[in-house]
């Protein structure tokens, strides 16, 4: 049996440190605190949990359709790579905005790229795991969404 990599969990069987972590990235994003320490202090977890659970809780927003989501990749410096990923994303009919992508260092490259999610945009879920296994990818995740 495939290991599922993503889950729906009601908020009240989450333990109250990632909903912490919830709060605190929502303090850092909204400005109104300026350091992670601030965030950490005001919903009273420690730093090493934040930095523990930051990339991997990211609240579900039930109409994610019309939405904007920024990914961050890191992905092996391959000719034609590049295409492969844009293509996945044009193949389940979401917007690409914006791209940035670092000069490569040692052979690897990391890249940002913000789509919007139309209503006839695929299961983001299913989108986010066929480029991540894809040949050369080393890891994908969720920076935000809007």
Do not use: W
Not at 9 to 14: D, S
Not at 72 to 87: A, E, F, R, W
Request: glycine fraction near 4%; aromatic fraction near 6%.
């Amino acid at each position: 049996m495939e290991e599922e990599k993503y889950f729906i969990v009601k908020k009240k069987a989450l333990p109250e440190v990632l909903l912490k972590v919830v709060e605190a990235k929502r303090l850092l994003d909204s400005e109104r605190v300026m350091t992670i320490q601030e965030a950490t202090e005001a919903v009273d977890i420690s730093r090493s949990s934040f930095y523990k659970y930051k990339d991997d809780i990211v609240p579900f927003h039930e109409n994610n359709r019309g939405k904007t989501i920024t990914f961050m990749m890191q992905m092996d410096d391959i000719p034609g790579l590049l295409s492969v990923v844009l293509n996945q994303i044009a193949k389940n009919k979401a917007n690409i905005l914006t791209i940035h992508q670092t000069i490569p260092i040692g052979g690897i490259a990391s890249l940002t790229l913000g789509i919007e999610i139309l209503p006839e945009t695929a299961e983001v879920a299913q989108m986010m795991d066929t480029i991540e296994s894809l040949d050369g990818v080393h890891y994908l995740k969720i920076l935000g969404r809007e």
